[in-house]
């Protein structure tokens, strides 16, 4: 049997459908990675540490196991404690936070980074210590690690496939449906291949014109 | 001028690391509009000294005044912060490595903490920024981000960001120290600019010509003592202490060098 792509048109909306979820799972996660990583890094650094043994142990929970058990975990286990999520939100959540904490690490070191004379002249002026964080050293840290924290998200992005598990209808998902209707696999998998290639360059050009509009206010 | 109860009192100042004790002692008084230099030698203590005044580096023992506020009161913490942050904004401080933030613009760098903790407009902020930017000679420079600029540039932008507060006292740590030699000038020309306005001012410094030319006072520390104090025409021309003597002997031969 060869290779037959006219199939592909007649389930093109279920496919495209899949790329929207994918684009909502992975800009919702990368936003929640992002912030999440500023919220997390600010704590591992400037909280005491009964706040922060908490936030130790998410740590090592999210770096030290697999992503799909975290998904389960946060999807099928929460429900046993009350909290019934829809998929998409319980996929947005885990990927989230998975990647929030790799961004917490390098956000951790850039901080670090910035000169102690930042902190002092903000603090000089009158700022408090929240405020020059905000103001001063974060964002300056931030900057430094938009190339790392942009790789990230490509991975986010590729790992995003990973929700199909949990029942999001993403691209993958989409795609294995349209092969139980047609028995196509390879067909469908190189197109799911295709889209995902082309969001992959969408975000690699919005990194890299944040990352020129970030050259430019140096 | 110089019988007014002082406007920035410094009593009995002690500070130590440890058992390394960089302060010993010192009281200091400063009139409103006065201009005090500290001078002496690396490691004497003068930054301490200085930085002990906005209670960036907390003195071990003495007290710090600033017209009628204890400056390193002792206080709960979260009263403490609250107070310091008020008491900051009376204290302008130049840094010898100029600090500017890096991710904001020259404008940015200005109107920062005016906008934030005197809640001023967007208008009310540009017209303030304007308004410092024209005194350092830096207005033509607003849109500039900090390293598009030579380093007498940044100096006098900081001193700029510094005054957009409207300071009672302005500190200076070597504000010249890190310039390449022909960039000196035009920092101390914005200095002197701030002598004229009888800011008050404390100066610690490497440039005894500066010094004596606009200090009403100057200091020599040693060892974190102050070793002698006076007029700048005594101190230069005729220090009685051997220590001050070999000292500015020394600063005279490596400056001629
Ligand atoms: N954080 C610190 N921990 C330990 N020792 C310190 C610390 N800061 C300063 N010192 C010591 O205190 C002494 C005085 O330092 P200070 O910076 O006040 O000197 P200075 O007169 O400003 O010198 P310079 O002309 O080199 O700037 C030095 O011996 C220095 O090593
Ligand atoms: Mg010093």
Redesign the interface.
């Known amino acids: 049997m060869g290779l037959d792509f006219s199939v592909v048109p007649k389930f093109l909306d279920i496919i495209l459908l899949g790329v929207l979820w994918t684009i909502g799972i992975t800009a919702g996660a990368a936003i929640l990675s992002f912030f999440g990583g500023i919220f997390f890094a600010v704590i591992a650094l400037y909280t005491h540490w009964i706040i922060r043994l908490p936030f130790r142990l998410f740590e090592w929970l999210f770096m030290g196991t697999p992503l799909l058990l975290q998904l389960f975990l946060i999807y099928f286990g929460l429900v046993q404690v009350g909290i019934d999520l829809p998929a998409f939100v319980a996929g947005v959540i885990g990927l989230g936070l998975h990647f929030a904490v790799y961004n917490s690490e390098l956000i951790q070191t850039a901080i670090v980074a910035v000169?102690r004379?930042?902190m002092?002249?903000?603090?000089?002026?009158?700022?408090?210590?929240g405020?020059a964080l905000r103001?001063?050293v974060v964002?300056?840290a931030v900057?430094d690690v938009i190339p790392p924290i942009g790789n990230n998200m490509i991975a986010l992005l590729k790992d995003s496939a990973l929700v199909s598990v949990i029942g999001v209808s993403e691209l993958t998902l989409s795609a294995q449906r349209a092969i139980g209707r047609t028995y196509r696999p390879f067909e469908f998998y190189v197109v799911a291949a295709a889209f995902y290639y082309v969001i992959n360059l969408g975000m690699e050009w919005v990194l890299r014109r944040i990352e020129r509009r970030i050259q430019a206010?140096? | 001028m110089t019988d007014e109860k002082p406007f920035l009192d410094i009593r009995n100042a002690k500070k130590s690391y440890g058992k390394l004790e960089v302060l010993k002692d010192i009281s200091l008084r400063v009139n409103r509009g006065q201009i005090v230099a500290i001078i002496g030698p690396s490691g004497s203590g003068k930054s301490t000294l200085l930085r002990a005044i906005?209670d960036?580096d907390p003195l071990t023992a003495g007290e710090v005044w600033l017209e009628d506020v204890q400056i390193n009161k002792k206080l709960p913490h979260r009263q403490y912060?609250k107070h310091i942050?008020?008491v900051?904004?009376n204290?302008?401080?130049v840094?010898q490595?100029f600090?500017?933030?890096?991710?904001l613009?020259v404008r940015e760098n200005v109107t920062?903490?005016p906008k934030?903790?005197k809640g001023l407009s967007d208008d009310e902020a540009e017209e303030l920024a304007r308004e410092q930017l024209e005194k350092v000679g830096m207005i033509d420079r607003i849109d500039y981000?900090p390293?598009r600029l030579s380093g007498g540039q940044k100096q006098r932008v900081?001193i700029a960001?510094?005054l957009a507060?409207k300071p009672k006292v302005m500190l200076f740590d070597e504000a010249t120290s890190a310039l390449d030699p022909e960039l000196v000038e035009e920092v101390n020309l914005v200095m002197k600019k701030l002598a004229e306005e009888h800011m008050t001012m404390v100066i610690v410094t490497h440039e005894m010509g500066f010094a004596e030319s606009v200090c009403d006072r100057v200091l020599f520390m040693d060892q974190g003592v102050v070793v002698e104090e006076g007029p700048p025409e005594k101190i230069f021309r005729n220090p009685d202490n051997e220590r001050t003597q070999n000292f500015l002997r020394k600063h005279l031969a490596n400056a001629n060098r």
């Open positions: 000169d004379g930042q002092e002249a903000a603090r000089t002026l009158g700022l408090s210590r405020q103001k001063v964002p300056q900057r206010a140096r | 906005n960036l912060e942050n008020q900051r904004q204290i302008g401080m840094f490595h600090n500017l933030f890096p991710h613009s920062l903490a934030m903790l981000y390293s900081a960001r510094a507060m």
